[in-house]
């Protein structure tokens, strides 16, 4: 550790959270556990100053692990995703009353999320034009082909996980656990991104790098979890 | 007992990945769903130049590594540690969706609760059940360039899964174009369901037996040709 890094957005994960406020849409990347960023959640889990979130994040980790937690510890009132039956947890959850669920197919999950980013109020899309997650949604024929109307998605504050930052803030992802994050860093008024490395500036060429610096507010250095087995499993803490 | 039915079961679930292993052309881009369909990358050949999407932001899914080389980082969408094949690229969930709601899937196989005689699909939801989770299968099923339908004939209780109309909730008013069990190969073309193949282990009057849709039966009907 003789070089020590100077990063103006670099805060520990105890002063990011402190961001999050009461009732507020988080967004949480992830597909399952893979590109979660495991110590921002389990910051929130141990803190008590923001509840009754709406976390719109694919799946709701797996239970016990990821946003598994966040339930565990009740910070959850409603969860906007794709796919809920891979955590037992949230399936009693919303069962007993005590989490509400907006199901949303992945595809237009994901582009809502861009379009929020993106400045785009609403698009149409196919998918799911005549089943049970088309009702209450606005219809319309284009080339006489039926869409459904989706609005774009924002959130007060957006949870990334990114494999490395540069000193700015410029990031780079590890393989599939890019999929929600990019997206993600541009559709919230506050982007706290969780890394497991930073780096200086101009150690990654431009091309590389996969979300410029300007969408990222706050960088949290992973210090709670390491990579053993190829997985993300919890340090054991002092 | 329940070994011999759970080995028939096997033998069922690959003759029907092997038959779909044909179909897939060289220099296709497939998207396979889980369960059955999963098990079609099995049966490619090495150099099949099938390049095998999947929606959490991979084109060119590889073997299933070993133990010692697997990285959660690296997971299809069924959550499987997988690695990279020939000339894989990685992009975000939303390009992803562009490439499957885009129309630049050529062929999407996957399974199903029900499929309705026109090719309707139920992959979805099964009605009495809690509903919680969707993933990518309506984005596919409304979009893919080709359906191709991985099931069983019948469902564990024995019921038909081949149906006049669905009685499961819809994933979509998209139809598939071909249909797939251990049994039969069908194709659904103008609305209309053919029966074209049938196993060396079944007769006309079985697959009649089980299949409640109303069929017509191809001229040139053949055997299912997988070992």
Partial sequence: MENIIHCEKLKSAEDAIKWIRHGDHVLVGGFGLCGTPFTLIDTIAESDHARELTIISNNLGEAGKGLGKLLISKHIKKAIGSYFTSNRDAVKAWKSGELEIELIPQGTLAEAIRAGGAGIAAFYTKTAVGTQLAEGKEERVFNGERYLLQRGIRANVALIKALKADTMGNLIYSKTARNFNPMMATAADLVIVEVDEIVEVGTFAPEEIVTPHNYVDIVVLNDRYEKVGGEYVERHRK | ?????????????????????????????????????????????????????????????????????????????????????????????????????????????????????????????????????????????????????????????????????LTYPTSGIRQAEMIVTEKAVFRIENGQLRLDELSSDTTLEEIQKLTEAEFIVSEKLKTMAVD
């Fill in chain 2, 1 to 165: 007992m329940l070994n011999v039915t759970g080995n028939k079961s096997a033998a069922a679930r690959i003759r029907i990945a092997k038959r779909i292993a044909q179909e897939l052309q060289e220099g296709t881009v497939v998207n396979l769903g889980v369960g059955i369909p999963t098990l079609i990358q099995n049966y490619l050949k090495p150099d099949s130049k099938v390049y095998l999407q999947s929606e959490n932001g991979l084109l060119g899914i590889g073997p299933t590594p070993p133990p010692e080389e697997i990285d959660m980082d690296l997971i299809s969408a069924s959550k499987h540690p997988i690695t990279f094949g020939e000339g894989a690229s990685i992009f975000s969930s939303s390009d992803s969706f562009v490439m499957i709601r885009g129309g630049h899937i050529d062929v999407a196989v996957m399974g199903a609760l029900q499929v309705s005689q026109t090719g309707e699909i139920a992959n979805w939801a099964v009605p009495g059940q809690d509903i919680l989770g969707v993933g990518g299968a309506m984005d596919l099923v409304a979009n893919a360039k080709k359906i191709i339908i991985a099931i069983s004939h019948v469902a564990k209780d024995q019921s038909p899964k081949i149906v006049k109309e």
